[in-house]
């Protein structure tokens, strides 16, 4: 009778079984108690999870109080605005024009204010201009942008600035239009996927010798503001004030009644509030442990090039940093919790530049390559999207190319911050025009060879190059992207000279680094709140530092949201419960 085969030999039997002893000798000394001075060792050295939950940063340890003998001088109000950006002088305008009492400083040495774009749904302006857009129509782009936050924000705080929105930008060209500023709408983006559609709702603020609105009209807002509240309504404004330190009651546990600040004498300065203080005092950008806390992996990408070393509380629209994160640490020292959401999502923008097809909120939608010569992405997405693509690069270094025929993608061109109605005397370029301007801002070159010449590829990146720009040429012709399926109506051929490049430079012209987009522990009322979401009584928060807005990323898909929502709609609702707070209590 023949014996089976079991498949088995006796000898490789042998080695599998010292093969599973040994195995089984390494997981038990694996799991062996660790001796003492190991122990000590490891203890000195590792983080753990409780050394990460327990070890407090340099900024949660409060300062000691004040000492009151120390005071020069106390000015009291019912409303004390910490901060006089668009946030805090929209809360304080909306406040006092509705009876409060409100006293504003801020550490700047004026009014400040960047970018320009405030999104709403609807306004008396778009109804002027024939655009019908509400809250219904609003419903898509926000769900996209809730996606692309994985639905962690606030929802509530969302429900309340888009349903609110025309009320308070209404509300706001009239304050602007008051003081000599013209109100512009800004071109929409027709995303032909229809994902990123942006529609013509943000509005900005110009003036005839100032018409960018978008890239300036924040700092004009913000002086509107000012005069408004300060020379108007007869408000105190007091500047090159600092803030110090907040005081709560009953042993930190009880209301917050007051800020202490510090004068550019070195004087201490103490604001007394009746009913609530306002924090908005920006981001905490220039902070170093708060950025490695709160943002790690901006943080480490961002790291070389934020100014952790000095304080400008003055800081316009600059890539190095803008605030210290003042509002934030008082608000910590006095128990108030930071956001859910982690980590705090930064705003970043422009992708590959280049000519921007629709608007110049794109990214660049021709051809876009890394250093190695390869595509590397469906080019078709905006620029703050954008941006996110290039940090994944290795070393972070992306090319657009394109052709002289790619002026004619279009029949009219437009410029950033150009008017629906062009009412700012800003008109689009005809292709023609547009050609004309590319010869003076982007690398050109007779032919291709010459151009990737001048760009700085060389060898196997150079050849895979050409060869990208031959696939790409293919699938233009064929109406079908067989690397990332681009839709069809975005393809188009690169042949005909002059050719055009452009190279990325991290935080100059692409990956550009703005702001932080949050911070405190935030409820839909805008009250500062503590670790179990309970207000702290008489704290209150507004502006850019608002917890949980945002998640993830500031994309830039709801052009405009930030200056929109939490700068203008939830600040003049603020300002308008307080101004009731304080009726209520009278």
Known sequence: MKKENSGISRRSFLKGAAATAAGAAAFSAMNMPVLADEEAAASDEAMTAEKWMNTKWSFEIPPAPIDPSLIDREYTADIIVVGAGIAGLCTAVKAKEDGADVIVFSAGHGPTGRGGSNHAAGSKKLDALGLDWGPEQESKEIKVEQIAGTYLMDKKKWARWINNSRESVDWMIDKMESQGLKTCVEFGYNDVDDILTVPPASHNFYTDQMPFGSLFGAPMQANAYAAIFRDEMGGQLDFEMVAQQLVREDNNTGRVSAVIALDKDGKYVKYNANKAVVLATGDFSRNRDMMAKYAPWVYNEYKDFLNFDEVDYDAGLIYTGLMPGDGQKMGLWVGAAWQKTFPTAPMINSGV?????????????????????????????NFGFGAFSLLQLPDQMAFGIWDADYAKAQDSWDSFGCCVSYENGIKPKTSEEVLESWKGSYTMADTLDELLDQLGFEGEAKEAALKSIEDYNKYAEQGLDEEFHKNPKLLQTIKTPP?????????SNAMVFLTMCGGLRTNEKMQVCDAEDKPIEG??????????????????????????????????????DLAELCKAEA
Not at 368 to 380: K, M, P, V
Not at 499 to 507: A, C, L
Not at 547 to 572: E, K, R
């Open 353 to 381: 530049p280049g000519p921007a097809l629709f608007n110049d909120i794109t990214n660049f939608l021709g051809i876009n390559l890394d250093s190695t010569g390869h595509r590397f992405q469906n080019e078709a997405t």
């Open 539 to 576: 704290l209150y928060n507004t502006g850019i530092m608002t917890g949980d807005f945002y998640a993830n990323s500031y994309n830039f898909a709801i052009y405009g949201q930030n200056l929109g929502g939490t700068c203008c709609t939830l600040s003049y609702l603020l300002g308008k």
């Open 499 to 507: 050719f055009f490049g452009s190279k990325t430079v991290k935080n």
